[in-house]
């Protein structure tokens, strides 16, 4: 499964289109992404006011393959974002990803 996650932007053909991170992690625990698009900036912000981003899923990622929860194939991960800051970040935190499955 190819998943891309966008407030905005057209859905690639064959591409599943996510709006919120919780969609995203969705799919993920299903064992079946193998491609994942992220934007950063999403419009979105949760109940005590904080901004839902794109980095979220990372960070969500992260912290399971970290603990040892992550029984899958990492997926290629990529950032289609124009926040170039988040950018960055987002990047940094998908070396770490593929660092720590190794």
């Not at 800051?85 to 935190?93: D, F, N, V």
Request: hydrophobic share 35%.
């Amino acid at each position: 499964m190819r998943v891309f996650l966008d407030d905005k932007r057209t859905t690639p053909p064959g591409w599943v289109r996510c709006y919120t991170p919780a969609q995203v992690i969705e799919c993920l625990e299903q064992g079946t992404v193998t491609d994942l698009s992220l934007d950063h900036d999403l419009g979105l912000v949760n109940d005590d006011g904080r901004e839902v981003t794109g980095y979220d899923v990372l960070l969500w990622l992260e912290e399971t393959v970290c603990l040892g929860d992550w029984n899958y194939t990492i997926p290629e991960i990529t950032v289609h974002s124009d926040n170039s800051s988040a950018r960055q970040k987002m990047l940094l935190a998908i070396e770490s990803i593929n660092r720590r499955k190794g």
